[in-house]
């Protein structure tokens, strides 16, 4: 009994050091202390953040209207 819980606990502790490692975030790609604001006065931004939302909601709505006139 008293060795299955000593087995038992060390596979907890082995997986949950593995798991924090594997938690941690990469180097090479962008995270949170690194990101900049979204500049609007930059043309991708301002399409990627603004006109193409825009024009899915509006396509959307669209396509629910035309699916619920049928």
Do not use: C, G
């Not at 997986?15 to 949170?32: G, K």
């Amino acid at each position: 009994m008293k060795m299955n819980l000593l087995r038992n606990s060390l596979l907890v502790v082995l997986l949950s050091t593995n798991l924090t490692s594997l938690a941690q975030i990469p180097e090479d790609v962008p995270h949170p202390d690194n990101n900049t604001p979204i500049d609007l006065s930059k043309p991708f931004d301002l399409i990627v953040f603004v006109i193409l939302p825009i024009v899915i909601i509006i396509l959307y709505v669209l396509w629910r209207q035309k699916k619920k006139n049928k």
